[in-house]
């Protein structure tokens, strides 16, 4: 047990860093590996690890949502980063600097690193009994399915990063997909494949979830009238009252994790991405529709400012959290002196620009402006001292309520619904402050596209998403943009398979 014991220490000191490293593909002790997963609890810190992982400066930290990914959908103004791989990848030169390779090739190994360690929690739990777990076998499927949804994920991501989209209709064979631990080498799928691939692992991990997170709960202690898991689990630190809080604080914060409707969400996304608009709409209805099952888990109701809560979090449905975050995205934003600035939001930022209501608070609120210059602020230190000031400083947006009204948008508007694709569009700028009436241009595919791009470089500004529907949609950045711009070439290391 004492090797346990050092290693458990170890991993739990890193707190909510980083830990690329804390199970690598061929764990350099097999003894301790062997040792941690002896018991039930193992298995929760092994997935603990996957979460930290994800939460790196790498993939969610950083380079998957204010970093990298919105860098390519130019979001910023990256001039003043003469030196850094940003600005290569901001004029899409994927390969003109070694930065940019070395940047591109830490994502990519980062994310299988992540999957490989999701492989493993997955390849020995499966023939686990329920009694090894605390929580029984509603703790062991609970696991296993946000296991199986981080691979999903992980894979989905990468095909959106390193393949052409669904809609391109590109032959060939673009990334692998791993399934087992260990292993060195994988066949390369189609994008169809891939899809099908992320699609069959969120719809069971959604299943396996879905058994926790809709528990009743009987005499559970401090929990009175309340039906589910997801409505009086705090789904945040953030959240001031923690009289509901468990006892066993593994079942608390739901929202950090692959919760079900996370799981539903990111379905809903994918099936979105695959151009299956009305299977999207559907798993979209249900996240919506969870909010109307006991208590409102998700609080999206009109606000005309966001002043001590810049990440939105009323309709976060999964974040996960950085500690360092104020630090990591200080070195690149707006300071007190402008002069220091190391990068502004773009031009298509600049007032009136993109937004067509003054109210909007994701202009008014989350963006920092300078004359006709606008900086981002969405993950710095609000102003205002608020509820969610300190805490909600660490959390890192993968997917919010927001996001479902679009898919079903896209759904109506696939259709040629376009009152009610506008409906649901209105809904999302509604709670936004933004004036209503001003979409009574959607008269067709082509100008629901448009105006969906436009309220999408006003949501998702610094969460990584704007890139993906400007490629889901083939609508380029600009008239020199290329078609392969919007994938990214392997790493070097990757292009002999």
Known sequence: MKKINIFLIAVLSLGLSSCENWLDIQPADTTVEEDLFKVGTGYRIALNGVYRQLSSTALYGQEL??????????????????????????NFNYSDTQKAKDLISAVWSTAYNVIANCNNIIGRIESEPAVKFVGG????????????????????????????????E?????????????????????????LELVIRDLKRGQELTLAFDTHQYGD?????????????????????????????????????????QAITAILARVYGYAGEHTLAAAEAQKVIDISSVGYPIFDFTPKTDVVSDYKMTGDLIFTLSNPTLLDDYKSFVASKDIGDTKWTMSSKYY????????????????????????????????????????????????IRLAE??????????????????????????????????KLTTIIDKGSFVKELLL????????????????????????ASMKDEAFYLPLPDNETIH
Request: proline content about 5%.
């Open 65 to 90: 949502t204010w970093g990298m990914a919105d860098v390519l959908g130019q979001v910023y103004n990256t001039s003043r980063l003469s030196s850094h791989a940003y600005t290569a990848l901001g």
């Open 137 to 168: 076998q509603l703790e062991r499927d609970m696991i296993l399915g946000e296991a199986l949804a981080v691979r999903a994920l992980m894979h989905f991501e990468m095909l959106c990063y390193f393949a052409p989209a669904p809609a391109a």
């Open 170 to 194: 590109h032959a060939g064979y673009w990334i692998p997909y791993y399934e087992n631990f260990p292993s060195t080498s994988a066949d390369y799928q189609s994008v169809e494949k891939i």
């Open 220 to 260: 559970e202690p401090n929990v009175k009238d309340h039906t589910l898991w997801l409505t009086h689990l705090r789904r945040f630190r953030s959240e001031a009252d923690n009289s509901s809080y468990p006892e066993d604080i593994f079942y608390a914060f739901r929202g950090y994790r692959m919760n079900s």
């Open 351 to 398: 007032s009136p620009g993109i937004f067509d209501s003054e109210g909007d608070c994701r202009k008014t609120t989350l963006l920092r402006q300078s004359g006709r210059t606008f900086f981002p602020k969405r993950y710095t230190k609000p102003d205002q001292q608020g509820q969610f000031t300190e805490i909600g400083a660490d959390m890192l947006p993968v």
């Open 404 to 437: 479902m009204y679009y898919l079903q948008a896209e759904d109506f508007a696939a259709k040629n619904d376009f009152v009610n694709a506008i409906d649901k569009l209105e809904d999302v700028r509604m709670v936004r402050g933004c004036d209503p009436g």
């Open 455 to 478: 309220e999408v470089q006003r949501e998702f500004a610094e969460e990584g998403r704007t890139f993906f529907y400007h490629k889901k949609y083939n609508s380029k950045f600009s």
